[in-house]
Structures are given as C-alpha cells and as structure tokens.
C-alpha cells in the first residue's frame, strides 16, 4: 500500500530555490551609479568646505582699508604675495614653520606608536585589571584640557623647560583617544590564532608587534597620525600658554599679527593661509595613501 505524503519537489539542476537571492547576488558586481540629488549634495558640501579657504585667499589679496568696505570683496586682489612676505617677515614664519613641522612630527610618531602598543595591550593581552585600566584612560577624555593648564604649565616650569618645544611635545606624546581607537581597530582586525602562530614559531613579543601588529594597524594608524597630525599643527591652546615669541609654532607667530592699535586684517589673513599651505601640500601628496589606507581598514572592518 503506498503512502501519500506532503513533499518539497525536488529542485531542478541549475535552478535557484530562492530567486530574490539570486538576482542580488548576479547585481552584486555591478557598478552603483550616483544619482543628479548625490551630485547636488556633494558639490554643495564641496562649495561649504572651500569657502573659507578661498575667502581667506582673497582677503590676503587685498588692502586692510578695501576690507573695511561694503561690500566686501569677492575676487582676488593684486597685493597678494606682498602680504604674504609682511606676514612672513613680521611673525618669523620661518622659524615657526621649522618648530611646528618638529612639534607635530614628534607628536604624530609617538602618539601612533604608543597608541598602538597600548591598543594592542588592551586588545589582546590578559593581564589583571585591563578593564578598569582601560576605564580609566577612556575616563581621562572626559576631563576639560582647560583644567590642566595650570598645574601642567607649574610642572614644566619646576623642570626648567618653560619656552621650550619639548613643553609642548612630551605631554601630548600619549593620546586616550588614540589608545581606544587603535583598541577598537585591532580587536576585529588582528585575529588571535594570528598572534598564537607567531608565538608557536618562536617570536619574540617585539618580532609578533613589529611583524604581525604593525603591519594589520597600518590603514588605522595612517588615520590616526593624519587626525594628530593636523590637530597638533592646528593646536593653540597650550602652545600660546608654554611657548613665547622668540621660540614660535605657526599659531602662536600668527597671533602676534593682530597686535596693535589697528590690526591689518589682510596681513592676517595671509598669515592664515602661510599656516594652512603645508597642510594643503602634504594632503595633496599623500591623500591616495591616506584615502586608501582608510578603505582598506574600512574593508577589513
């Protein structure tokens, strides 16, 4: 006697049993294409992000007493590169661009470097209290820098260092920002039987950090030296505090241009933009490998 039972048909050769997926997976090579609402939106942004540049550029083109006119000038002037060399001349440029590329190298370097090592520690090393170490250095984000300015400028001072760059360098060697970011990175990205074949093979703790590490944190430590980088070069705060006109960074020269009884604003604004060329250049000769170090890490993440 036969039994009648209910039965799925049995799925025909080449056939997809879910035909949704099937046409997902057959678009998934093809090329998205940006739609006129995306060009709009981003040539929007891009207008927003360049204005200020640009009116910087055409302010240091002009005379203080044009500037004072209304309507202000929407076009380039012919004082340009005069303005540039009275700003250069006037807040000693040359040594302040010399002390900020040193200041914001060192920092960048370290910052990475220490950054790393700390990211890799709390990542993937069991020690006792990692977790409340780890606590207590994000917990150090939360306190106002404006609170630490007075007993890190007595601090310097009692160790002689007062007006000089390593004032500037030594307390922003180490970053809690850093050390979190490179964690959260190296969690997903560095897997631990990675570290444990390194180990199997006779590494050493320097040979797995120089050889396994560094090279999965490479796309998040170009972000992170990139983000030091340009906050180091920009900071104003603490230099302006530590550091005095004979022994300059760019922000503290160019705060010596508005002095006066009547600051030539075109003068400053020429030196704004003598302070903001080296960023320009140096995005422009590494934003490919900056930009792909981004992706890769965003890929692997």
């Known amino acids: 006697m036969t039994t ?32 006129p609402v995306t060009y709009v939106v981003l040539i929007l942004f891009a207008v927003i992000s360049i204005a200020p540049l640009l009116w910087t550029a055409i302010a240091a083109s002009r005379t203080n007493t044009r500037l004072a006119q209304t309507p202000p000038p929407f076009w380039f002037g012919g004082n340009l590169f005069k303005n540039l060399e009275t700003a250069w001349s006037q807040a000693g440029m040359g040594t302040a661009m010399w002390n900020t590329i040193l200041v914001a190298a060192t920092i960048t370097v370290g910052t990475v470097l220490f950054s790393t090592l700390a ?23 939360m306190i106002p820098p404006q609170l630490a300015v007075v007993p890190l400028y ?14 500037v360098i030594l307390p922003t060697l180490v970053s809690a920002f850093g050390t979190f970011f490179m964690r959260q990175y190296l969690v997903q990205a560095l897997p631990t039987e990675l570290i ?5 093979d ?32 920009n900071d104003f705060l603490w230099p302006i505090i530590a550091l ?3 022994n300059p960074t760019v922000q503290v020269a ?16 020429a030196g704004a933009l003598l302070g903001t060329l080296p960023l320009l250049i140096a995005f422009l000769l590494f934003g490919k490998q900056i930009v792909g170090g981004i992706m890769q890490g965003a890929v692997k993440g």
């Open 196 to 200: 444990e074949a390194a180990r199997v």
């Open 254 to 269: 160019l705060n010596q241009l508005g002095t006066g009884y009547i600051p030539d604003d075109s003068v400053i604004m």
């Open 202 to 233: 006779g590494a050493s703790s320097l040979r797995v950090v120089w050889h396994v590490v560094f090279p999965a944190a490479r796309p998040a430590m170009a972000v992170l030296g990139l983000l030091t980088f340009v906050m180091a070069w």
């Open 4 to 35: 009648i039972t209910d039965a799925t048909p049995p799925q025909v050769a080449g056939q997809d049993a879910d035909p949704p997926r099937r046409r997902r997976i057959l678009g998934a090579g093809k090329q998205l294409h940006a739609g």
């Open 154 to 167: 007595l601090w310097m001072t009692d160790l002689g260092w007062a007006n000089h760059l390593q004032t």
């Open 119 to 141: 990211g890799f520690a709390f990542a993937k090393l069991r020690f006792r209290f990692s977790t409340t170490l780890l606590l207590m250095t994000i917990g150090t984000m």
């Open 244 to 246: 005095n006109g004979e």
